[in-house]
C-alpha cells in the first residue's frame, strides 16, 4: 500500500508540473497576441491568459496538496467522482498498480524469473495498454501503405494474438470480420471518406 | 381554427403509408450512422439530403426527420452500451447511461432514453406550434450578453463532477478552455498556439479529442483491468421494470423544458441543454451529488429528453427567422431551398402547411423512433453478451474511421490516439473527464460571446448586469453555486463539525477536504 | 456534430437546386471535349475547404453538378475540408499536386489566408487558376426598424452618434479582411466612428440586426435574402463597381457608383483551381468544361437563387485580377 501511495503521488506531482508547465506556456504565448483590447474590448490574448495564469495556479495548488496534503486523492476509499463512475465495471474495484510505462511491482518479479525470449513473449500480456497503443501507431503508419482494411486487421489481429492470447485462428478471424464490416458500414454502406487506399 | 384545419391538412398528407415507411427507412439509417461515433444527425441530413430530392417533398422532409431523431438515438444507443458517444451532447447520456450498462441494465437505459427522447419531442413540438410567434422574440432577446450568461452557469457545474477534488475538475475545465484557443481566432482571423503547424491552425477538434479521451481511453482501461466476464442477464432483465419506468417521467419532464429554451438561442446547442439538464437531476435527486454518475436513470432520462427538445428548439430561429440555430437546422435549410421554398420571416404566412406539415412529420419520426426502439432495445443491449475481446476492436474501428472522416485526414486519427494516453492518466489519477469536454464546448463560446458583448456596449462591462436576462441567470448562477460556497464557509466558522457535516450533505459544492 | 456554421447557410438550397436539376437532366445535349485533349479518369475530388452549407460549399456543389451535366460520363464528388478559415482544406490540396484529378472552389481567402499567416505554404500563384465564375458583393444592411432608408440617411445620422462619443456598431460574418477592411475605410473615411462585432457567418448576424444590439451589418445577398424581401433589412450602399438592378437592390448604390475610393471594395469572388503543376491539356479541358456549364440554365438559376454577380474571367484576365486584389490586400496589411 506504500508503495502504491509513493507512485501514485509521484505521478501526481508529474501531472501537477505538466499542468502548471502548460499554463505558463499559455500564459506567455498570449502575450504575444495582446493581453488587453482597445477601449474596454477582449485581445486575443486576454482569454488564453487568465486561463493560462488560472491553470498554472491550479497545478501549483495541486502538487502542493500531494507534497504536503495530509491525505491523497488516489486513495483507495476516496468519494466516487466522475472518471470513476464511468469505470464502475466493478464498483468497489480497486484499480489496480500495472499502467503504461512504470514498471508495475507487483509483475516484475514474475518476469524477471524467465528467460529473455520469454520475457519479450510475455511484455504485451504484462503490459497491454502500452502495448496496444504502439499497435495502433504502427497500423496508422502502415495504412498509407498497405491500405486501412489490411493495416486495421492486422493490429487487431496482432492485439488478440499477443496481448488476448488468443489462438491464431481466433485472431485472424475478429480480424478480417472487424475489417469487413467497417468496409461494408463505410465504404458499401454510407460512402464515408476511410484513409486512401482502402486496399492496397 | 383556420390553424387547425391547416394542421389538419398537413397531418393527412404526412400519414400516407408510404410516408411512413420513408420514415422508417431514414430512422433506421439514422440510427446506424448515429452509432458511428464523430458522425451525427447533420451529417446523417447531409449524407441522405441528395437521395431525398426526387421524391415528394412531404416525403423527402418526413425522412429527413426521421434520420435526423435516429441519428440521434443512434449516438446514445453507442454512449450507453460501449462508452462510445459520438458526439459531446450524448457523453452525458453516457455519464449514468454506461454504468448502468455495466450493471447489466443496458436495456432499461436504453427504452428510459426512448421515452425520454419521445417525451422531449412532444413536449417540445407542442410548444413550437402553440407559441412560436412568442419564441421567435423570445431568441431575439437573448443576445450576446445572455450567451455568456448561461456559458459562466454551465461553467460553474463543473462543480458537480469534482468528486473528490473540486482543484481537479477546475484544472480540467481550464485545460478545456486552453484546448480550444488552439487554431485560428474566429474573432481576430490571427492563428493562436499553432507553433508554426498548418495542420494546427483548425485546432484539434472537439470530436477527435472526445473519441480519443473518453472513448479510446475506456478501452484502455478495460484492458488494464483484464478480461471480465460478459454479462449474463436474461430476456426479462434487459426489460425496463416498473420502477424505472416511473424514475423517468419527472427527469424527462424538466430536460424537455430546459432543452426546449436552451435549443431556441441561436448557437447555444445540445450540449449545453443536456449539462444543464443533468445538474437540474443532481439537484433534484435525494442524495444527486453522491449517486449521479453511478448508473441512476435519472442521469439518463434528463439529459437525452433535454437533448431532443434542443433539437427541436433549434427549429424555432429556423422558421421564424430563416437562421439555423444548429448545424442540422443550416443543412435542413439547404433543403427548404431545394423544394424552392424561401426561409425567413415570411415562412409561416407563405407556406403554412409545409411548416405544419415539417412539424407534424417531426413528431411522427419521434413516435416512430419510440415504436421502433422500445423493443429493440432490449436487442441492441444483447451486445454486452459477447466477450469484450470481440466487441473492442469493432469498438477500436468505429473510433479511428469516425475521427478519421470527420474531417478527412490522418491527422485527427492521430489526436484521438494521443488524448486515449491523456484519457487514460486522467482516469488513472482521478482527474474527471466532464469538465475538460465542458471547456472546450464552452470556451469558444464565451470568448465569441464576451468578445461581441464588449463591442456592443463600448467596452463597458456593466452590460452583463443591465440586460434583464442575463442579469437572472447570473444571479441563478451565483445562488445555485456560488452562494451555497459562501454560506457553508462562514457557517463552519460559526458551528460545531457535525452540523458542518450536515450543511455539508445539503449543498451542492463540496470541496476536496 | 458541431459544425461550425460558416457564412451564407441560406442560400444552401441553391447549389442543391442545380444538383437536382443536373440529376433530372441526364439527357442533356452535351459538347463533347477536344478529341485529342486531356480528360479524366475515373473520379473527381472538390475540395471544399469550408463547411457543409457555406457560400463555397454551395459554389462547389454546383460547379460539381455542372461539370456533370456539360460532360457527361464524369464523377465529380465533393469533400468537405473544413477548418482553420479554410486554410486545411487548400493545404491539403497543395498536397494534391501535379493531380488533374483534384478541384476546389476558391474564394477571396485564396489571397487574404496566405496575405495574413505567413506560416502558410502557398499563396494565390501557387495554384492552377482554371477560371472565375462569379462575384458575391457584400452590403451594408440596416434593420428597417432604424429609420435609416438609404446610406445618406445612415451617413448623417451616424455622424451625429459619433460626435456624441457613440461609435456605430456594425456586425461583421468573419474577422476576414475581406468584410472588416472596406467597411472601416469607408466610414471612417466619412468620419463615422466604427465598432466591428465580429460573428460566425451571416445565421448568427441577423439576429443581432433585427434585436437591436448592432445597427449595421454586412453581409452578402443570398445571406439577407429572407430579411429583405420580408422588409425588414434595407440594403444601404455595396461594395463593387457596379449595381444590381433587381428587386430590393434597385437603384442602391455601391462604392464605384458613388465615387468613393474604398481599400479592398469587391466582394469574394467565387472561381475554380486546380493543383499546383497540372498540364495545360488538362487546363484546358476544364476552361472549356466551365466555360459550357456558365451558358446553360443551371448555371443562371444558381446565380440568380443565391444573389451571385456574374463575372467571369480565365486565364491571363484571371491571373491579372488575382494580382491586382493581392496588390490591395498587401498595401492593406502593409507587407
Known amino acids: 500500500m506504500t508503495m502504491l501511495r509513493l507512485r501514485s503521488s509521484f505521478g501526481e506531482i508529474v501531472i501537477g508540473t505538466i499542468l502548471i508547465a502548460i499554463g505558463t506556456v499559455w500564459a506567455v504565448g498570449a502575450g504575444g497576441y495582446g493581453l488587453l483590447g482597445e477601449g474596454g474590448r477582449l485581445a486575443p490574448g486576454t482569454l488564453p491568459f487568465a486561463c493560462g495564469v488560472a491553470l498554472a495556479i491550479t497545478g501549483v495548488f495541486i502538487t502542493a496538496k500531494t507534497l504536503f496534503g495530509a491525505r491523497i486523492d488516489s486513495d483507495p476509499d476516496h468519494e466516487l467522482d466522475e472518471s470513476e463512475a464511468i469505470a464502475t465495471a466493478e464498483s468497489g474495484a480497486e484499480q489496480s498498480a500495472p499502467d503504461l510505462g512504470s514498471g508495475a511491482s507487483d509483475k516484475t518479479p514474475v518476469l524477471t524469473r524467465l528467460s529473455t525470449a520469454a520475457r519479450i513473449r510475455a511484455l504485451p500480456a504484462a503490459y497491454p495498454v502500452g502495448t496496444v497503443l504502439l499497435f495502433l501507431a504502427v497500423g496508422l503508419l502502415l495504412m498509407p501503405l498497405l491500405g486501412f482494411a489490411i493495416s486495421f486487421a492486422l493490429v487487431i489481429v496482432a492485439i488478440l494474438r499477443f496481448v488476448e492470447k488468443q489462438a491464431l485462428r481466433t485472431a485472424l478471424l475478429v480480424g478480417v470480420v472487424t475489417s469487413l464490416f467497417g468496409f461494408l458500414l463505410f465504404e458499401v454502406l454510407f460512402n464515408l471518406p476511410l484513409p486512401e487506399p482502402f486496399f492496397l | ?513 | 456534430m458541431k459544425v461550425p456554421i460558416k457564412k451564407a447557410s441560406l442560400v444552401g438550397g441553391a447549389a442543391l437546386a442545380t444538383l437536382a436539376l443536373a440529376a433530372c437532366t441526364t439527357s442533356a445535349p452535351a459538347s463533347e471535349g477536344p478529341a485529342d485533349g486531356w480528360v479524366p479518369e475515373g473520379n473527381i475530388t472538390m475540395i471544399v475547404p469550408f463547411s457543409v452549407g457555406g457560400g463555397s460549399d454551395m459554389f462547389g456543389r454546383a460547379v460539381a453538378a455542372g461539370l456533370e451535366e456539360v460532360r457527361p460520363g464524369i464523377n465529380v464528388t465533393v469533400e468537405n475540408r473544413e477548418g482553420g478559415s479554410g486554410t486545411i482544406g487548400y493545404s491539403y490540396f497543395l498536397e494534391q499536386e501535379g493531380d488533374p484529378h483534384f478541384l476546389l472552389p476558391t474564394e477571396t481567402g485564396l489571397i487574404s489566408g496566405p496575405a495574413r499567416n505567413s506560416e502558410l505554404l502557398y499563396d494565390w500563384q501557387t495554384f492552377t487558376p482554371l477560371g472565375m465564375l462569379v462575384d458575391d458583393v457584400n452590403w451594408i444592411v440596416v434593420s428597417a426598424d432604424s429609420g435609416w432608408e438609404n446610406f445618406d440617411d445612415f451617413v448623417e445620422d451616424a455622424k451625429k452618434l459619433t460626435a456624441d462619443g457613440k461609435p456605430i456598431t456594425v456586425g461583421l460574418p468573419s474577422a476576414d479582411g475581406t468584410e472588416a477592411v472596406p467597411t472601416h475605410d469607408l466610414l471612417e473615411g466619412l468620419g463615422i466612428d466604427v465598432e466591428p462585432v465580429v460573428f460566425d457567418g451571416g445565421g448568427e448576424t441577423i439576429p443581432a440586426l433585427l434585436s437591436g444590439d448592432i445597427q449595421a451589418m454586412v453581409a452578402n445577398a443570398g445571406e439577407v435574402a429572407g430579411q429583405v424581401e420580408a422588409g425588414e433589412f434595407i440594403p444601404l450602399i455595396g461594395y463593387g463597381e457596379t449595381t444590381i438592378d433587381e428587386g430590393a437592390y434597385d437603384g442602391v448604390p455601391t462604392t464605384g457608383t458613388a465615387g468613393y475610393d474604398v481599400d479592398l471594395d469587391f466582394g469574394q469572388f467565387r472561381g475554380v483551381l486546380a493543383p499546383p503543376n497540372v498540364s495545360a491539356e488538362a487546363q484546358q479541358y476544364y476552361e472549356d468544361a466551365l466555360k459550357d456549364w456558365t451558358e446553360t440554365d443551371s448555371f443562371a438559376k444558381y446565380v440568380e437563387s443565391a444573389g451571385l454577380t456574374v463575372k467571369i474571367r480565365w486565364g491571363q484576365d484571371w491571373q491579372d485580377y488575382l494580382n491586382s486584389l493581392a496588390d490591395e490586400f498587401v498595401a492593406v496589411y502593409g507587407e
Open chain 2, 1 to 513: 381554427m383556420d390553424t387547425w384545419s391547416l394542421i389538419l391538412d398537413g397531418w393527412n398528407t404526412a400519414i400516407t403509408p408510404s410516408n411512413l415507411l420513408f420514415c422508417l427507412i431514414g430512422v433506421v439509417v439514422g440510427t446506424v450512422i448515429g452509432l458511428l461515433p464523430g458522425l451525427g444527425s447533420a451529417t446523417g441530413v447531409a449524407l441522405l439530403l441528395p437521395l431525398t430530392l426526387t421524391m415528394e417533398p412531404v416525403t423527402a422532409l418526413i425522412m429527413l426527420a426521421g434520420i435526423y431523431y435516429g441519428s440521434q438515438y443512434g449516438a446514445t444507443i453507442s454512449a450507453v452500451l460501449i462508452g462510445t458517444p459520438g458526439d459531446s451532447a450524448s457523453l452525458v447520456t453516457m455519464f449514468d447511461g454506461y454504468p448502468m450498462a455495466q450493471k447489466g441494465r443496458a436495456g432499461a437505459a436504453l427504452s428510459s432514453a426512448a421515452i425520454a427522447s419521445f417525451i422531449g419531442g412532444t413536449v417540445s413540438l407542442v410548444l413550437l406550434m402553440v407559441a412560436m410567434p412568442i419564441l421567435s422574440s423570445f431568441a431575439l432577446k437573448f443576445g450576446p450578453p445572455e450567451t455568456v450568461a448561461l456559458a459562466i452557469l454551465a461553467m460553474l457545474s463543473v462543480a458537480g463532477f469534482a468528486g473528490s477534488s473540486l482543484a481537479k475538475a477546475i484544472a480540467m475545465g481550464l485545460l478545456g478552455v486552453i484546448i480550444a484557443t488552439i487554431g485560428i481566432d474566429g474573432q481576430s482571423a490571427i492563428p493562436r498556439y499553432t507553433f508554426g503547424q498548418v495542420e494546427l491552425f483548425g485546432g484539434l477538434g472537439l470530436i477527435p479529442v472526445l473519441i480519443g479521451l473518453v472513448a479510446l481511453a475506456e478501452v484502455l482501461r478495460q484492458l488494464n483491468q483484464g478480461e471480465k466476464k460478459p454479462l449474463r442477464a436474461g430476456w426479462r432483465d434487459m426489460m425496463i421494470n416498473k420502477e424505472e419506468l416511473r424514475r423517468t417521467w419527472k427527469p424527462a419532464g424538466r430536460g424537455s423544458l430546459i432543452g426546449f429554451f436552451i435549443g431556441i438561442l441561436p448557437g447555444a446547442g445540445a450540449t449545453l441543454a443536456s449539462f444543464i439538464s443533468y445538474e437540474a437531476e443532481r439537484r433534484s435527486m435525494k442524495n444527486g451529488k453522491k449517486l449521479l454518475g453511478t448508473g441512476m436513470i435519472e442521469g439518463v432520462a434528463g439529459p437525452e429528453s433535454a437533448n431532443n427538445a434542443a433539437a427541436n428548439g433549434a427549429f424555432v430561429p429556423m422558421l421564424t427567422l430563416g437562421v439555423p440555430g444548429s448545424a442540422t437546422t443550416a443543412i435542413l435549410l439547404g433543403a427548404f431551398m431545394v423544394f424552392g421554398v424561401q426561409p425567413g420571416p415570411l415562412l409561416l404566412t407563405q407556406e403554412p402547411t409545409l411548416v405544419w406539415g415539417l412539424i407534424l412529420s417531426f413528431w411522427i419520426g419521434n413516435v416512430i423512433l419510440l415504436v421502433l426502439n422500445l423493443p429493440l432495445a432490449p436487442l441492441f443491449a444483447a451486445i454486452l453478451r459477447f466477450r469484450y475481446i470481440f466487441i473492442y476492436p469493432a469498438i477500436l474501428l468505429l473510433c479511428l474511421a469516425g475521427a478519421f472522416s470527420i474531417q478527412n485526414r490522418m491527422w485527427s486519427v492521430w489526436i484521438a490516439l494521443g488524448f486515449a494516453v491523456v484519457g487514460f492518466f486522467m482516469q488513472r489519477f482521478s482527474y474527471p473527464v466532464a469538465p475538460l469536454i465542458l471547456g472546450l464546448v464552452l470556451g469558444p463560446l464565451l470568448e465569441k460571446g464576451l468578445d461581441r458583448s464588449l463591442a456592443i456596449a463600448h467596452g463597458d462591462p456593466s452590460i452583463f448586469l443591465t440586460r434583464p436576462i442575463s442579469l437572472t441567470i447570473l444571479i441563478l448562477a451565483f445562488a445555485l453555486f456560488v452562494g451555497p460556497t459562501v454560506l457553508r464557509f462562514i457557517r463552519r466558522k460559526a458551528k460545531s463539525p457535525s452540523t458542518v457535516d450536515a450543511a455539508l450533505k445539503s449543498s451542492v459544492l463540496e470541496d476536496s477536504e
